[in-house]
């Protein structure tokens, strides 16, 4: 698990470093951010990691969101992959699209041709970058939360509620709820997964929730979920109302919050993203 | 003085917001950015203006530094130009370096051709930005200070210096503290204003704070300066001791804080954001 460091650049007296690594799970070069807070000269510290959305890559947390300033306070590592494999022998979408391919993993694994051989983002975040970050960096892998926006928001919350023991922690920025019920879930899982709808329920936060048995959903930590009202893709693709409905079928306590006036970017999200931080720090402590 | 809205974002509960004009000093079309922060409902707010540095826009301090949070706490409406006329029509560095042309206007009004008809960013700054500021948003034009970063350091300290009456605090961010010492202020300015090194003096902040007398050097706002000592343009373009050394002999109160480990990058930048901003609102209140 050796991995090759790009750039480090002080910040807020912590390390903020973009590395490089040949990735098993993907077949390639796969680039990926870490934020080390001051704490970790003392020992290991808890580590979040933070996927992002369509199109994004492993920079766009770090630079747009300003996360560093509440993490080096709250001592938290911050970890960020990119979207999805990249290269030019990772196939991409057919249509030329920027919903599927490269920046638009979904955080899967992929089981069609061509797709299934590099597309494997679930296993690479939950196994693979798990390992090098828990070997390279004075972190606590018993001490883990996830968070995202968007497709990341997704990412998290299906990663999160599928590996409990790793993560316990979870939170999303606007994320998509279900995507058996929207269009970039319908085309990228089609193409990811094959037609068959019945294997895309593992990769549906709604769906997740709704199959927890009320005494597991009980155990689980809250989930906090911030959503702008003037977000334009709220009402085609991202549904928060599932996930709301599903949380309370099962009991798993939700915290979701609406903002009048904030849309979909990196300007809501900078806003919000203190309250995060200070979620996670609460339950990692 | 008319404008263009690109785009608003609800940010801090303030706006974020990108703009256009045709502009009159710089005969091209401009783009500039202004945070107004949620006071401005109640009245005029202090004016606060970034200047970027090569190879920046508009974008670049919004998305990157992360000032609004403590903009919006402080009632301070954030301003951004651009660093530079761009266009089809405007001369570019005849090399096709990025230390020159567009994305580094260095600031000040050129003399020369083929430049002097756009190059033309501080009568831009100081007139014809002001002007639709005042006009086109909540501003109080008796407070505002001015700040940047590098090159707009560079001009955030020349602008502030010889405009007193408008600009009421100055700092920086590494800046370019004497261009008539530096690679990057000789290329420009010797293309900018011609080789008569004495027309350069009026661009060069360490020159200008020379020039002052004791007592008007006594009436002026304290300057604030920080610089990473990791920068690897510190020793070959940025020359702090210049400015220091001149402030010393006219006596202008001047805080250069060095900081060990840090870059010349927008880390470093917004890790001290916080600091600035509270030093120009101390001032302008």
Known sequence: MTFETLSEHASFNGTMG?????????????????????????????????LAGLTCTEETFMTKAGPQRVAAELGLMLVAPDTSP?????????????????????YLDATEAPYAAHYRMCSYITQELNTVIRDGFPADPNRQGIFGHSMGGHGALT??????????????????????HCPWGD???RLYLGPQQETWREYDAAELILSLSKDDAHGRPPLLIDQGMSDSFLKTQLHPHLLEN???????????????????????ISTFMEDHLRHHAAALK
Chains 1, 2 share one sequence.
């Open 18 to 50: 973009f590395y490089r690594h040949d990735a098993t799970e993907t077949q390639c070069s796969m680039r990926f951010s870490v934020f080390v807070p001051p704490q970790a000269k003392d020992g290991p510290v808890p580590v979040l990691t933070y």
């Open 86 to 106: 990249r290269g030019e022998n990772v196939p991409d979408d057919p249509d030329g699209g920027w919903d599927f391919g490269h920046g638009a993993g979904f």
């Open 159 to 180: 990663i999160g509620l599928k590996n409990p023991d790793t993560y316990r922690s979870i939170s999303a920025f606007a994320p998509i709820c279900s995507p058996l």
């Open 187 to 189: 085309k990228a899982l």
């Open 246 to 268: 599903a949380c309370s079928e099962v009991g798993l306590s939700l915290t979701l919050r609406s903002h009048a006036g904030y849309d979909h970017g990196y300007y809501f």
